[in-house]
């Protein structure tokens, strides 16, 4: 009787071409923050390349052209994903870093809901991976007007991470929005957490 050979290990080249080994490796690390996020800011990998994954503008991911249909998924994907200072947004494991494509910003918020508490008021932004965020000091909403384009808003998630908000969501900040005037124009703008962000201007 032979012994069978063991597969050899797979390469570097391998785990890049494999997403799934993403989430082995993620399988049993510790040392997660509160919010269950891993703490890809205290990782320092080597970069072993380019990944086939792109996050569209609608929030959809896709792995080598086909998108990524199960949620939990993304949710996980998007649990390492990491804006360095490049420019660049890198998906981060304890060992190896890989490049992927953002065609906008890394989340999309799909739904907003106000909340009264103490006589101030709040924005809750839900994003498409279920992370939610309340708007505020640590989570500002900004919106960058573009030529003729339509405005582009966004919502600060985490890190330097931002949430595009959805065309829908942006309509209901609209209805809710208040004027004041500003630097001579009427501004339109939001209140969250004791702060107020433009939206547009009447």
């Not at 390469?11 to 490796?25: E, F, K, V, Y």
């Not at 086939?52 to 959809?60: A, H, S, W, Y």
């Not at 004027?179 to 702060?195: F, N």
Request: negative net charge.
């Amino acid at each position: 009787m032979t012994d069978t050979p063991l597969p050899p290990p797979k390469s570097s080249s391998q785990l890049r071409s494999d997403p799934m080994a993403i989430l082995r490796l993620l399988k049993d690390e510790g040392g997660n923050d509160p919010r269950g996020l891993p703490p890809v800011h205290r990782w320092n990998p080597p970069f072993c390349g380019d990944l086939d994954m792109e996050i569209k503008r609608n929030g959809q991911w896709f792995y080598m052209g086909t998108p990524i249909g199960r949620p939990a998924l993304v949710k996980l994907f998007s649990s390492v994903l990491r804006h360095d200072d490049d420019g660049d947004y890198y998906l981060v494991t304890p060992v190896e870093k890989v490049r992927i494509r953002v065609e906008d910003a890394p989340f999309l918020a799909v739904l907003v809901e106000k909340h009264e508490e103490n006589g101030l008021q709040y924005l809750k932004f839900t994003m498409q991976t279920g992370d939610v965020v309340i708007a505020g000091p640590e989570h500002p909403v900004r919106v960058v007007f573009r030529g003729d384009q339509e405005p582009a808003p966004y919502v600060h998630v985490r890190d330097r991470l931002e949430a595009l908000i959805s065309r829908n969501v942006y309509y209901q900040l609209v209805e809710w929005g208040e004027e004041r005037a500003e630097q001579g124009r009427t501004a339109l703008g939001v209140r969250s957490a004791g702060e107020f962000y433009g939206i547009g201007y009447l």
